[in-house]
């Protein structure tokens, strides 16, 4: 079994949760990052296809979860190029220092994706075999997840976690999703019948470690519970827990345009996602149900 895992992006939400969860699991950790503080953290710098090749020692499985954020900034020409860069000369960089490192033994590259890979697909039921959808995401995940295939040159096993939103108060989406049910402006956004797919960070960190240990996982898994909501449900859920109204009206279109602009896109997808894959690979889900995942995340005291 892999005993010492690499991973890249382990300051983000996932990544921090991750290599916290590894380490008390007995595992060792390698990281990399543009600023390495700490043991075991080794530097990189993409852009300039940099590396301290030494990360890779004794590694056994890499974690890549790097990449710029997708929705924090406008999308200007640059800020695309950089949010595919990221991702795609990332994964080129480490498979080159794969290649590069005579004495490696790494068997595993896990690498995170999105659903965002489907494009918007309405009430479609979409499973890993769907095709790749249309709009910046879907071409972004495209080019990522072609990236992350060229492992399979170098005979890793290829793991792609195509993400949902990860629900944590500590992060991500959820703070940005409930901050308007805090301030009593709980509405559904557009239409609000847009599919939603979602997990609990602890279900995302789990699935991290199956994928590491379960050696018959291979390609593409819709990281997502097994039961997705849409925008309407979601926001009344979140109301629910937060016990703040939930509005009758909806946010119209126009304006999160007017806020977000191209941005909208990445607000707006409907991916009704199966994670019927992920079960029949033996994943045990913490928490299938919106509500109470919710629940532990608002009761909790951490």
Request: proline share 4%; charged share 25%.
């Given at each position: 079994?892999?005993?010492?895992?690499?991973?890249?992006?382990?300051?983000?939400?996932?990544?921090?949760?991750?290599?916290?969860?590894?380490?008390?699991?007995?595992?060792?950790?390698?990281?990399?990052?543009?600023?390495?503080?700490?043991?075991?953290?080794?530097?990189?710098?993409?852009?300039?296809?940099?590396i301290d090749a030494a990360c890779l020692?004794?590694?056994?499985?890499?974690?890549?979860?790097?990449?710029?954020?997708?929705?924090?900034?406008?999308?200007?020409?640059?800020?695309?190029?950089?949010?595919?860069?990221?991702?795609?000369?990332?994964?080129?960089?480490?498979?080159?220092?794969?290649?590069?490192?005579?004495?490696?033994?790494?068997?595993?590259?896990?690498?995170?994706?999105?659903?965002?890979?489907?494009?918007?697909?309405?009430?479609?039921?979409?499973?890993?075999?769907?095709?790749?959808?249309?709009?910046?995401?879907?071409?972004?995940?495209?080019?990522?997840?072609?990236?992350?295939?060229?492992?399979?040159?170098?005979s890793l096993r290829i793991v792609k976690?195509?993400?949902?939103?990860?629900?944590?108060?500590?992060?991500?989406?959820?703070?940005?999703?409930?901050?308007?049910?805090?301030?009593?402006?709980?509405?559904?956004?557009?239409?609000?019948?847009?599919?939603?797919?979602?997990?609990?960070?602890?279900?995302?960190?789990?699935?991290?470690?199956?994928?590491?240990?379960?050696?018959?996982?291979?390609?593409?898994?819709?990281?997502?519970?097994?039961?997705?909501?849409?925008?309407?449900?979601?926001?009344?859920?979140?109301?629910?827990?937060?016990?703040?109204?939930?509005?009758?009206?909806?946010?119209?279109?126009?304006?999160?345009?007017?806020?977000?602009?191209?941005?909208?896109?990445?607000?707006?997808?409907?991916?009704?996602?199966?994670?019927?894959?992920?079960?029949?690979?033996?994943?045990?889900?913490?928490?299938?149900?919106?509500?109470?995942?919710?629940?532990?995340?608002?009761?909790?005291?951490?």
């Amino acid at each position: 079994m892999a005993k010492k895992i690499l991973i890249t992006g382990a300051t983000g939400l996932v990544g921090s949760a991750l290599k916290k969860t590894l380490l008390a699991g007995g595992y060792q950790v390698n990281t990399l990052s543009r600023k390495p503080e700490g043991e075991n953290a080794f530097r990189w710098d993409v852009y300039n296809q940099q590396i301290d090749a030494a990360c890779l020692e004794g590694v056994d499985a890499v974690v890549h979860l790097a990449g710029e954020p997708v929705a924090d900034k406008k999308w200007t020409d640059e800020r695309k190029k950089q949010i595919i860069d990221s991702r795609v000369k990332s994964s080129a960089l480490l498979f080159k220092t794969i290649k590069e490192s005579k004495n490696h033994q790494i068997k595993a590259f896990i690498s995170a994706s999105a659903v965002g890979y489907y494009g918007d697909c309405g009430d479609e039921i979409l499973t890993e075999e769907s095709p790749n959808g249309f709009g910046f995401l879907a071409e972004c995940c495209k080019l990522w997840e072609q990236a992350v295939d060229e492992g399979k040159k170098l005979s890793l096993r290829i793991v792609k976690l195509r993400t949902g939103i990860v629900l944590s108060k500590d992060g991500g989406a959820l703070p940005q999703l409930d901050l308007p049910v805090r301030l009593f402006a709980g509405a559904a956004i557009g239409t609000g019948k847009q599919w939603t797919p979602w997990l609990h960070l602890d279900d995302m960190v789990a699935m991290y470690i199956e994928a590491i240990e379960n050696l018959k996982m291979e390609g593409a898994f819709n990281a997502c519970a097994p039961f997705p909501v849409t925008n309407k449900a979601l926001t009344r859920a979140i109301a629910k827990q937060l016990h703040r109204p939930f509005w009758p009206v909806k946010v119209p279109k126009a304006a999160i345009e007017l806020l977000m602009g191209e941005r909208v896109e990445a607000v707006l997808m409907s991916s009704n996602t199966a994670a019927q894959k992920l079960l029949d690979a033996g994943f045990k889900f913490k928490f299938t149900r919106l509500e109470e995942a919710l629940q532990a995340i608002y009761n909790s005291k951490t």
